[in-house]
């Protein structure tokens, strides 16, 4: 059973933006806290943004000011919008729960290049 699928990913050139979606089953999204997660090539995968439903959001710092995470309740779904993309931001894009309790999706892929 596929309990989380990450869309959104693709193309695109330095200094542009980009909305990633990962919807949850109704389940996972109402009793888990989720997390926005990156591997780019050759790097063991990081969590990136994390949503704290108390009121408060982690961001590494590498995308601080720059990323925003949000959900949409009506929806099951946890969003990350990327400002200002730079080429070191290339990567595989995974959304799990913030204490990484589920099997990892397939992902979705990001390309920065010029």
């Known amino acids: 059973q596929v309990e989380l699928v990450e869309s959104g990913g693709g193309l695109l050139q330095p200094g542009g933006s980009l909305r990633l979606s990962c919807a949850a089953s109704?389940?996972?999204?109402?009793?888990?806290?989720l997390g926005w997660y990156r591997q780019a090539p050759g790097k063991e995968r990081a969590l990136v943004a994390s949503?704290?439903?108390?009121?408060?959001?982690f961001y590494s710092d590498s995308v601080k000011g720059r990323f925003t995470i949000s959900t949409d309740n009506a929806k099951n779904t946890v969003y990350l919008q990327m400002y200002n993309l730079k080429l070191e931001q290339t990567a595989v894009y995974y959304c799990?729960?913030?204490?990484?309790?589920?099997?990892w999706g397939q992902g979705t892929k990001v390309t920065v290049s010029s």
């Open positions: 949503d704290i439903r108390a009121g408060n959001t």
């Open positions: 799990n729960t913030a204490a990484v309790t589920l099997q």
């Open positions: 109704r389940s996972i999204f109402s009793t888990n806290n």
